[in-house]
């Protein structure tokens, strides 16, 4: 008879960890944002309300500090083993883990990280894996890593939140330090990447300050005792120039030993005289041996960049499904709105890409690529052919000033480097597609993801003799500012800002924030809708949404219910579309801008959706230290 009434437990074990959760910052290894889960679906999604709310603490305990933050984290659900434990981090780098189903809190982790220097709070997320050479059941088996704001390496038992002592010294591996480099000029942002007993963290350059920034170093490490392995500097040998760094999220294909890297930039970002070439392995998708660090392939998909043209988003590995044919394949986003698609073993382009002519450099010195590369599909997911004919706005006032403003500039399309001429930067250094990158639907080659669509313009302007100290403190202009940022060593600083009307209206029709629906395999864009509404964006709210699209930041995520759930707009709102059409299904407003990406998981047989809200110093809207979580109704 006992072991007749254990067999009730034993089912509902066995049918709880089958249940879909999200193990990895991207759902899985390869970033693609879907998850398997289909309680919620497009039926019922109107009906899934609150199911609990956490406050993480920060907006008590950092008070102003708060201002200089951007909440990124998204939740990752540890399995039984590991403590069966929803996992985040704050913009401080706590981590903090709680019960899946009440949100109530189980521990907490703080490093107390080194906070100074100017450099934005951030974090996207922890990484988790299962170190098999420790013995079954003893502490630390199971483990979560984490890169800090303050350069160090961390190692912390996945069930105690404890440090484990045996990795580095004390749980921690200091990255830098004896180049004299403070948080500031070199931190974190992105989860490590762990597999196969190796765990592998890039780095946060301080963008536009000089022209010698640090190198951007990939770093690895043995996951068990935290000894180095390997070090890949995307720029070795030129020494003239810095960063290159890998900010964005990086994958890894398991199977096949390789690992994938989005990287940024040379320095400086909008001067290149002193860095001639095309710059290496700058701005590319990098392939290296996740083992020995060694180069496998590479694709630079900018070269000799002026525009800050960062690999934004995480590489995203997929199986290309043609006729009869499946290939292991990666796809990346570009802030340019290209879609490059690779077979990620050989690098080889699954869609022709072709040279584009671009304009030339009318800075004495400057040697700008004759060409860069362009995909022959999919088709780029904004325009940015932008005419005074195309000026938008409210009135024939505002109309008739955006389109003398468009006529005065240099505007000769994509790749137009600036000078000291007013220049046309469309897209501008924030995209495009950004860091929240695509959600993949499942097998079927189509890809969401969240595009900016706001023109921005830029200026060089010869280096005052005095310099503005708050002048480089901001990563980017915010909608609807200009910034000056110095670049130091350099003969030129330069201005930057989004193109707009005396309203403070953008000068390009909308939508200034859109999503779309690509199919990678057709090579076409299957829809495409605003993403956003602009009516808290006024001096004076508007009672009612306003679908015309806003600035964007943060990603979203797939689910086999039908449903695309993304945060990431400036006007409070998270929403579930309908994948096949691009139809909005479902909207909540949230206390504060959510610039994260959400996950998805079932647990005990419930599915629920969770974001992170805490608004975006960018924004400049309000900030906050929210996670929410949404089910369906008992």
């Not at 690999?311 to 044919?325: D, V």
């Not at 700008?368 to 195309?390: C, E, H, R, V, Y």
Request: proline residues 8%.
């Amino acid at each position: 008879m006992r072991s007749i009434a254990l067999l009730p437990g034993l089912y509902c074990a066995l049918a709880a960890a089958a249940e879909p959760g999200w193990l990895y910052y991207g759902g899985d290894q390869g970033g693609r944002h879907y998850s398997q889960a289909t309680q919620i679906d497009r039926s019922n999604v109107a009906d899934i309300e609150v199911a609990w709310v956490f406050r993480s603490g920060d907006m008590a305990s950092y008070g102003d500090a708060m201002d200089n933050t951007s909440t990124q984290s998204t939740p990752i659900l540890l399995p039984e083993a590991a403590g069966e434990s929803l996992v985040y981090c704050t913009p401080f780098n706590r981590v903090i883990a709680l019960d899946p189903a009440s949100g109530q809190q189980r521990w907490s982790f703080d490093p107390q990280i080194d906070r100074r220097g100017d450099r934005p709070f951030r974090c996207r997320g922890v990484s988790y894996a299962e170190e098999t050479r420790t013995p079954a059941g003893a502490a630390c088996r199971h483990r979560l890593y984490m890169s800090t704001h303050d350069r160090r390496l961390w190692a912390i038992d996945a069930v105690s939140g404890k440090p484990c002592g045996g990795f580095g010294d004390g749980g921690k591996v200091q990255l830098f330090g004896a180049e004299g480099l403070v948080p500031g000029e070199v931190s974190n942002s992105s989860a490590p990447v762990v597999a196969g007993g190796v765990v592998v963290t890039g780095s946060t350059v301080i963008d536009f300050a000089r022209a010698h920034t640090p190198r951007g170093t990939v770093m690895a490490f043995d996951s068990f005792d935290g000894r180095p392995l390997w070090q890949f500097d995307p720029l070795s040998g030129h020494a003239n120039s810095g960063s290159a760094n890998v900010w964005a999220p990086m994958s890894v294909d398991v199977e096949h030993g390789l690992l994938y890297l989005p990287t940024s930039a040379a320095s400086p970002d909008y001067y290149g005289a002193d860095r001639p070439g095309a710059g290496l392995y700058a701005n590319s998708v990098v392939a290296l041996d996740l083992h020995s660090g060694e180069l496998r392939w590479h694709f630079q998909h900018v070269r000799h960049d002026l525009w800050d043209y960062d690999t934004p988003a995480q590489p995203i590995l997929f199986e290309w499904r043609k006729n009869g044919q499946a290939i292991p394949a990666l796809a990346q986003l570009t802030k340019q709105g290209f879609v490059f698609v690779f077979n990620r073993l050989t690098g080889k382009p699954l869609w022709e890409i072709t040279e584009q002519p671009v304009p030339p450099s009318q800075i004495p010195g400057e040697q700008a690529a004759l060409t860069q590369p362009k995909p022959i599909a999919p088709p780029q997911l904004l325009n940015p052919f932008l005419m005074p004919s195309d000026a938008w706005g409210l009135t024939p006032w505002d109309r008739g000033n955006c389109a003398r403003q468009i006529a005065s500039l240099q505007n000769l399309g994509l790749f137009t480097p600036t000078s000291e001429k007013l220049t046309m930067m469309f897209p501008g250094s924030l995209g495009g597609p950004n860091w929240g990158g695509g959600a993949l639907l499942g097998d079927s080659g189509v890809l969401l993801v969240n595009v900016n669509n706001v023109a921005f313009t830029g200026q060089l302007i010869p280096t005052p003799k005095e310099t503005n100290p708050d002048s480089r403190k901001q990563d980017h202009p915010a909608a609807g500012h200009r910034m000056q940022v110095t670049m130091e060593g350099t003969p030129y600083n330069i201005e930057i800002g989004s193109l707009q009307s005396p309203l403070g209206i953008p000068c390009n029709p909308p939508p200034w924030g859109k999503l779309v629906a690509v199919d990678l395999v057709k090579g076409t864009i299957a829809w495409e809708t605003a993403l956003g509404s602009v009516h808290e964006m006024g001096p004076v709210t508007a009672p009612f949404h306003i679908e015309w699209g806003t600035p964007n930041l943060g990603g979203g995520i797939a689910t086999a219910g039908g449903l695309f759930f993304i945060g990431a707009t400036m006007d409070r709102q998270i929403r579930a579309f309908d994948v096949r059409n691009g139809e909005t299904l479902w909207q909540y407003t949230l206390p504060v801008d959510a610039a994260a990406t959400p996950m998805t998981y079932s647990y005990r047989g419930k599915q629920y959706v969770v974001i992170n809200a805490g608004g975006h110093h960018m924004f400049q809207r309000g900030m906050g230290d929210y996670l929410y979580a949404f089910a369906l109704p008992d």
